[in-house]
């Protein structure tokens, strides 16, 4: 998938997201913030301007969240987003409500809209996991010209080729088609046990 079908995604399949932001003392606060369009390289959702979350949002200009899809963790699919914020104010306001018309019921009048201001996260990495598959699924990606941060391990050439990492793997995912060994990013649980394990120090973390 590209990224503009991760965050669409996140709206129409998961809607319902938790939010992290920051406070005055550096620490972090969550809520529940529903997603409600996309494009190709933004997500955007409102807020009401008395809220402490429109302070911490104007503040700091981040945000981190997580989405969860299925009935218990070995069905789920979680979408995970760091990005950039920027306020866009009331204009985008009434094409929300049309979208998503469940928000008439919590501000049923446009006095009551005015309340409220959107906000776009235009810029920003994701990662996509998947424990519903076997093995299981992951994968990173990036919107609106954000830099990609890779995470994970690799093989280097100081591989022997012993196998003492294929025990440990809990996911199988070490491919020993050749030397050095290679590692399947896109099933790895980023555990760190093949690491651990390695007798001649081949395993680095990215």
């Known amino acids: 998938m590209e990224a503009k079908d991760y965050l669409v995604y996140i709206v129409n399949e998961i809607h319902t997201t938790i939010v992290a932001t920051v406070d005055d003392k550096g620490l972090p606060v969550t809520a529940a913030i529903d997603m409600m369009d996309s494009d190709e390289n933004s997500l955007y959702f409102l807020t009401a301007k008395g809220k402490g979350f429109y302070d911490r949002l104007k503040k700091r200009g981040f945000l981190a969240l997580t989405a969860i899809k299925g009935q218990n963790t070995m069905s789920s699919v979680a979408v995970s987003v760091r990005g950039t914020v920027r306020e866009l104010g009331y204009a985008r306001i009434p094409a929300l409500f049309e979208k998503n018309p469940y928000m008439h ?11 409220l201001t959107v906000f776009q996260v235009y810029e ?7 424990l519903s598959k076997k093995p299981i699924e992951r994968a990173s990606f990036t919107f609106g010209g954000a830099q990609e941060k890779t995470e994970g391990f690799i093989v280097t050439d100081a591989c022997i080729g012993c196998g003492s990492c294929l025990p440990v793997c809990p996911q199988s995912c070490i491919s020993t088609l050749s030397i050095p060994f290679r590692i399947e990013q896109e099933h790895c649980l980023h555990c760190g046990n093949c690491m651990k394990v390695c007798p001649v120090g081949a395993m680095q973390k990215r």
């Open 105 to 115: 019921q919590i501000y049923p009048t446009e006095e009551a809209m005015h309340a």
């Open 124 to 130: 920003g990495t994701g990662e996509w996991f998947d």
